[in-house]
């Protein structure tokens, strides 16, 4: 594809990514919506000058937030998790780097810990180029001249297919002028940060370069005693480099290479609160830490102190190449996107959350590779027909080696009846897990514009796509110690079982360890072509008033459960069912209304929606005694609805507010065969599902699933609102100014299950800054979290039933100054 790359190049000058940077039908041009630093001209405009002339685009029929590079860096938004602070309708979750989800409006991934064998429904894009690894999220944004973030289905614009959204990251471009800007900030727990960035001519009007880094340290909010330790502590580092080259005037090369490094020392979850479940008293939390005589260093989790005794890291490297150019024809611009990219994970975490030796290793290092080519063609200037049409081409690879390993603490924890007081049952008992995944992605699509009258536009869109996946997952389990030493694979397990009289004592010992890791071979398969598209209808009624109507019917590709299955009934096999799971299938209903008023000072943009998602892909834990990860199934029917808004107003150079928000409505229509909360979980026997005997009675009989129709989704609070702005004064050459952000989050489920005891509590979150600046320079100090609100990112159930929930608490106050000077 490389070699076709001279004859295909690309759209306008590569100012900006997708949706906004190529001279596409005027209606796919995203519309930004409430950023009150995004510098709007003089008649209160905000404007791109992606296809090298100025768009007005409040028109676009697209509900999209715009937020500039100026925004993010005032606002301390510097990765994806610190965005969706100034935006209501963006969700992201993160247990750890590799488990980690963007989440638009409620959709795109499952709740829960990562699954290889699936994709994300919003699309993470860079300069173009289509992100497989959601990973790379948690990095500091580098050099970034905007971020988009759309919500709706895109997939007759973009590369890969997105059902609930994208978001976009549009870094600063290689200049023909000479320019340089330096930023340090440094704040408590020891923060460093420093960024900086060069864009100088190498040929003048021919070549430029641009080379951005950023380097970020900051110690740990967390301290764990067992270690002498800090936690959750900053690592990053990134590097960007850019050559442009103008080899006509019609034709531009712009050639990216990037590297990131992360070595956090994280991340971690620990005591939070108990939840009653159906274990036997004697077997649940505070029965088993007393019968070891522990106690938790804090039982108030916004102490910040731990006692996790097993190693800890979060090492990620992420890296690529990238190719992107652009080629004006005349009538229309031809674009070819290239792109390599490479992702390498080194973990190591404690998965049994307390300071006792349960679980002593689990780890999943894995590398994964891609590579994509994308190639459009879109018509040029205002017509009555504007088209664009596009291919997109891509593959990845994962390969993943996965250990866990079960200490001392093990039995006793996780165990019942006379294996539970013998040590040696589960002592050393290993899983060694090898997993391999290879995806290959081919779509062609397409979108026009279709000028009715001059106020009055149909844009229909299609999309041609086709997915194949093929995995690979194996454990091995083995244990040897003073009284147990056997390998058993997918293969013998069966054969080592029988060799025990039935019934027998040392049987039950055996199926007892085979219960707790399981050995597993299965080797998954998924390949499917879907149609999908999307129709809008736009209506300009005035110059400043703006109405859209948008039908989608859009697909999520199916997957392979690639973190193991659920066991037969005779526990030598797994159940090979549940290897794969079905694709989403997304009905999506949109409506919108723009406006502008007091010549354009005053914006506010409304969106409706309703989605309807059968097949929804949930995350099932079928709660085994020592089930970490997960796996797939397909509940039936989920309803998606909601209200947002976004608004600004700038009543005068000195003056900006925002206030946005959106309300969601989010739940589960059909699923009757969903995995049951943590207090319906642990009985000592299988009742039907949904019924539990007797009704909340500890050691009484678990729901084999529970009907949780009707209830919300997780991780998706009702009302998310965000609001702020900025005075400024003139003070000498500059301007002395203070700004607020602030943001609320509604309580949400933080189980997929929802549970009485793990829904998180709704908060409020301030920031303040102030400061002065010039032209040159901007110097201010800020304040993040300015009343040291206590609150979860996320909550956990500790595998088994014990009836122990771990959180992961959001960061405390913080507060810094910062320096940026431009040359």
Known sequence: MLATLPLLLSAAAPQAIALADTPRIPVAEPAPQADPQAAPRDDGDIVITARRREERLQNVPIAVSVLSGETISNTGAFNVNRLQTLQPSLQFYSSNPRNSAINIRGLGAPFGLTNDGIEQGVGLYIDQVYIGRVGASTFDFVD?????????????????????????????KPSFEPEATFEVSTGNYGLVQIKASASAPIADGKLAARISTSVTKRGGTIYDITKDQNLQKQDNFSVRGQLLWRATPTLDLTFSADLSLQNPYCCVQYYARLAPTQRPLARQYTALAAAFGYTPPSFDPFDRVTDLDASINS????????????????????????????????????????????????????????????????????RKFSYTLGAFFF???????????????????????????????LDGLTSTNTISFDNTSFAVFGKLNWALTDKLHVQPGLRLNYDKKSGFYESVVSIANAQYNFVATADNVAALLAAFPNPSAARTTFQNQINTLAPQRYSPRFSAWNLSGDLTLSY?????????????RSFKSGGINLSGLPLNSTSTGVDLSTQTVKPEKVNHF?????????????????????????????????????????????????????????????PSPRLSL???????????????????????????ATAPGGVTDPAGTPGGRSPAYCDISGQILPGISKWALSWGGEFNVPVGNGKAYI?????????????????????????????????????????????????????????????????????????????????????
């Open 395 to 425: 593959n990845q690879t994962i390969n993943t080696q996965g250990s866990q390993v079960q200490g001392p603490a093990a039995s006793r924890w996780l165990l019942s009846g006379a294996d539970a007081s013998n040590p040696n049952v």
């Open 739 to 823: 700004g607020y952000d602030g943001s609320y989050r509604s309580r949400f489920s933080s189980n997929p299950s929802r549970s009485a005891y793990m829904d998180i509590a709704g908060y409020s979150l301030s920031n303040l800054r102030a400061g002065y600046r010039t032209d040159k320079f901007n110097v201010y100090g800020w304040v993040r979290n300015v009343f040291d609100q206590h609150y979860f990112e996320l909550l956990s159930a500790q595998s088994g039933s014990t009836g122990l929930i771990v959180g992961q608490p959001g960061d405390p106050r913080t507060y810094g100054a910062t320096l940026r000077v431009s040359f």
């Open 144 to 172: 970034v001249e905007r971020v988009e973030v759309l919500r709706g289905p895109q997939g007759t614009l973009y590369g890969k297919n997105t059902t609930a959204g994208a978001v976009n990251i549009t870094t600063k």
């Open 315 to 382: 090492r990620q490297e992420v890296g690529g190449l990238s190719l992107v150019g652009s080629w004006d024809v005349g009538s229309a611009t031809v674009t070819s996107v290239t792109a390599w990219r490479y992702w390498d994970w080194k973990p190591a975490n404690d998965r049994d959350f307390v300071g006792l030796p349960i679980t002593t290793v689990s780890q999943n290092p894995s590398q994964q590779k891609q590579l994509s080519q994308e190639m459009r063609i879109s018509s040029n200037g205002q």
């Open 658 to 684: 925002y206030f946005n928000g959106a309300y969601t409505d989010a739940r589960y229509v059909d699923f009757k065969n969903a995995p049951c909360p943590p207090e319906l979980s642990g009985g000592s």
């Open 590 to 650: 949109e409506v919108g209304l723009k406006t502008q008023f007091l010549d354009r000072k005053l914006t506010v943009n409304l969106a409706g929606f309703w989605d309807e998602i059968t097949d929804y892909q949930a995350t099932v834990n079928n709660n085994a005694i020592n089930v970490i990860r997960g796996y797939l199934a397909n509940a039936g029917k989920v309803r998606v609805r909601g209200v947002e808004w976004d608004s600004s107003l700038r």
């Open 540 to 552: 300009d009624a005035t110059p400043d008033v703006h109405f859209y109507a948008t039908y989608a």
